[in-house]
């Protein structure tokens, strides 16, 4: 995992190779955004079948126009984009749970 920012009051971008989980990148950089222990985060389960998130954003299955896969979700408090070229997107937003 890679992180292109340092700026919190903006998107978070990162990165992820293609020998590592989208699932557990997600979490490792929402535990960096929200300044947590990733055990301190509720599970990803709550949000998203991290299982299905790694098999939708790994899959070979073309979209039209060769467009990347991008899955939308919010998690702990944030709002996660990731895309099947590697690329995750996290903003901070408020939420009525406070996760």
């Not at 992180?3 to 960096?32: C, H, L, N």
């Not at 709550?46 to 939308?72: F, N, T």
């Amino acid at each position: 995992m890679s992180d292109g920012s340092d700026d919190r009051d903006v998107d978070r971008r990162f990165t992820f190779d293609p020998d590592e989980q989208p699932s557990t990148v997600v979490t490792e950089a929402v535990a960096e955004v929200r300044d947590r222990e990733q055990d301190e985060l509720p599970p990803l389960y709550d949000a998203i079948d991290g299982d299905r998130l790694d098999d939708i954003v790994r899959s070979d299955d073309p979209l039209p126009a060769g467009e990347p896969v991008r899955v939308r979700f919010r998690y702990a408090g944030c709002e996660i984009t990731v895309t099947s070229h590697g690329a995750i997107t996290v903003s901070e937003v408020e939420s009525d749970d406070g996760r």
